[in-house]
Structures are given as structure tokens and as C-alpha cells.
């Protein structure tokens, strides 16, 4: 069974950055390595519903982000160290989040494409 464990959130001043972090162990259900899965990350607010905001796929990667962080985000994949990164960058008071990353079969802004999660890593952006 997969694992994905995720690191780098914290408490940043509105325009700072951060690196997320989320390394995977252990195979899919069907057998798949993480270098031939698609990873996402998701965030979600306090009191509102888990939204998309980027994903990149394995062959090629296309890397594609929600309208909201294009730009400002960008996400990436190691496939030697199983891990992929998420760069957040001019970060925003409305960035506030439990951010959390997802590994599947093809790269989408669903949730339901992502069959395995993490436990998240709380990001918190001051004004």
C-alpha cells in the first residue's frame, strides 16, 4: 500500500514562500511505482471544501494548476527520491490551508482520481 508523507507547511507573512514536501513509500493496489503515477496536491480551508490546486502527470509530466495559484505555484516530482514538491510562492492570507498531496493513475483536478492520500501539512499565510 502506498504511503505519502507530507512537510514543509508552517507560518509564513503574506508574499513569503514555502516548499512542500511529500514523499511516497510502498506501491499502488495495481503495482504501480511512483515514477509511473500522476501526484496531486489539494488544500483545504478551514470551513470550506478540499479544492484543487495542482497536479502533474509521468508521461510527460504537463504540469497544470487551479486559476487561483497559476503563477505562483509550481509543482514538481524527484522520481529517484519518490517525492514531489510544491513551491508556493507570493503567498496570499487566502493560501490558509491544510494542504495535502495524492498519488493516482492520471493527472486531474477530481479528487476521486487519487485513490491514495496523505495526512496533510497545515500552511498559514499572515496578513
Known amino acids: 500500500q502506498v504511503q505519502l508523507v507530507e512537510s514543509g507547511g508552517g507560518l509564513v507573512q503574506a508574499g513569503g514562500s514555502l516548499r512542500l514536501s511529500c514523499a511516497a513509500s510502498?506501491?499502488?493496489?495495481?503495482?504501480?511505482?511512483?515514477?509511473?503515477?500522476?501526484l496531486g496536491w489539494f488544500r483545504q480551508g478551514l470551513g470550506k471544501e478540499r479544492e484543487f490546486v495542482a497536479a502533474?502527470?509521468?508521461?510527460?509530466?504537463?504540469?497544470f494548476y487551479a486559476g487561483s495559484v497559476r503563477g505562483r505555484f509550481t509543482i514538481s516530482r524527484d522520481n529517484a527520491e519518490n517525492t514531489v514538491y510544491l513551491f508556493m510562492d507570493n503567498l496570499k492570507p487566502e493560501d490558509t490551508a491544510v494542504y495535502y498531496c495524492?498519488?493516482?493513475?492520471?493527472?486531474?483536478?477530481?479528487?476521486?482520481?487519487?485513490?491514495?492520500w496523505g495526512q496533510g501539512t497545515q500552511v498559514t499565510v499572515s496578513s
Open positions: 495524492a498519488i493516482g493513475l492520471s493527472p486531474a483536478s477530481q479528487a476521486s482520481a487519487y485513490p491514495d
Open positions: 510502498g506501491r499502488s493496489a495495481d503495482g504501480r511505482t511512483f515514477s509511473r503515477s500522476s
Open positions: 502533474i502527470g509521468w508521461t510527460p509530466p504537463s504540469p
